[in-house]
């Protein structure tokens, strides 16, 4: 199995960054697509971003083109550059690891224990 940890999150001000980091526990990672959710108090959990394990990407609409999904197989890890951060985007961030790259969450298999994100206004 795959275990992992998210880090990177905090309270930032309405246009800045922050770089989420999520580490996996075993060699094996790179054979799994990756993905990033987000789940704020009182609403259901959505889809952010996503990469193949070849590399190839898949975002939200509502953050494209300001955030951006990467991953170091060497490394084992998979990041989330979130740039121009909205008020909206304040929730907590969990990634998440699957056979198959999805917009569902039911489609992951292994699961981080999320960070929070916070932007104020």
């Known amino acids: 199995q795959v275990q992992l940890v998210e880090s990177g999150g905090g309270l930032v001000q309405a246009g800045g960054s922050l770089r989420l980091s999520c580490a996996a526990s075993r060699r094996t990672f790179s054979s799994y697509a990756m993905g990033w959710f987000r789940q704020a108090p009182g609403k259901e959990r959505e889809f952010v971003a996503a990469?193949?394990?070849?590399?190839?990407?898949a975002y939200a609409d509502s953050v494209k083109g300001r955030f951006t999904i990467s991953r170091d197989n060497a490394k084992n890890s998979v990041y989330l550059q979130m740039n121009s951060l909205k008020p909206e985007d304040t929730a907590v961030y969990s990634c998440a690891a699957g056979f198959r790259i999805s917009t569902d969450y039911r489609d992951y298999n292994y699961w981080g224990q999320g960070t929070q994100v916070t932007v104020s206004s």
């Open positions: 990469i193949r394990s070849g590399g190839s990407t």
